[in-house]
């Protein structure tokens, strides 16, 4: 495949995740992570890192696509920075450990994992399981206990973390506006910290095709960056028109079996 035909590929899949981001609701990690597994392979990219490229490619555009993202949502003053701040000091301990630990596996096991990861998705879309307002908040320790955990994931999956932080901030009866605000701003320190540590963990890994910094695959984040923030408005915009519940699970069916032809492969 070309060069053209490559930077074509990565516009038309940053319209795509953007656009679903904005239609469902969901962080486009998960959108770009499987598709740009799938394109690596038909570069012929070696099945060792592609995973891992996919991964530390998808948080590296989540640190420009965030940034608009909160602009507007600290606009209308949803952002509940008295929880970002403690919480960020364990996402990025967290996910620098998760972009360690995925550097660690191999990339089938990443792929296996990662499928796991989105049938689990798609299976809480299609059940619309959503946890209880069941706790408070807690204080500092516990915030930044959570901030860990979702950081490690997140950086292990390649999304911004909102899949991990919208559930857990629901569950600390948080109102939905500022659970919503809050875990995209949460996304901005995993996708900075999950990205320069999968820099570092790639540097220098044999197996990288030309054109990446670390496990970041630079023509890829050009073309996603390029067109996903335009879209995104496209597809909210799509939302308040089309039936969400039903495309909702016909996005989940499709994550269905993008998680299957993981497993399977």
């Not at 701040?85 to 994992?113: D, F, K, Q």
């Not at 670390?214 to 960056?225: E, R």
Request: proline residues 5%; glycine residues 14%.
């Amino acid at each position: 495949m070309s060069m053209i035909g490559i930077i074509i590929l990565y516009l038309l899949l940053g319209a795509l995740a953007g656009t679903m981001a904005g239609l469902f609701g969901i962080g486009g990690g998960l959108v770009i992570v499987p598709v740009l597994i799938f394109s690596f392979g038909l570069q012929g990219i070696s099945p060792e890192i592609a995973a891992h490229l996919a991964v530390g490619t998808s948080l590296a555009t989540i640190v420009f696509t965030s940034i608009s993202s909160i602009r507007t949502h600290h606009q209308h003053g949803a952002v509940r920075w008295d929880l970002f701040r403690p919480m960020t000091v364990g996402i990025v301990v967290g996910a620098v450990l998760g972009a360690w630990t995925a550097a660690m596996l191999s990339g089938p096991v990443l792929e296996t994992i990662i499928g796991v990861f989105v049938i689990l998705v798609a299976l809480k879309m299609i059940l619309e399981v959503n946890p209880k307002p069941g706790r408070d908040v807690p204080g500092t320790t516990g915030l930044g206990a959570a901030g860990g955990i979702i950081g490690w994931a997140s950086a292990i999956f390649g999304i911004g973390g909102g899949t991990l932080t919208v559930p857990y901030l629901s569950w600390c009866n948080v109102k939905m506006q500022q659970t919503v605000a809050t875990s995209a701003a949460c996304g901005f320190p995993i996708a900075i910290a999950g990205a320069l540590a999968n820099v570092w963990t790639g540097w220098q890994d044999p197996h990288l095709p030309e054109l990446s910094l670390g496990f970041i695959y630079l023509p890829a984040l050009v073309g996603v960056v390029a067109t996903s923030v335009f879209f995104a408005r496209i597809g909210a915009g799509l939302a308040h028109r089309l039936d969400g519940r039903l495309l909702k699970r016909i996005f989940a069916i499709m994550l269905v079996l993008v998680g299957l032809r993981f497993l399977l492969s």
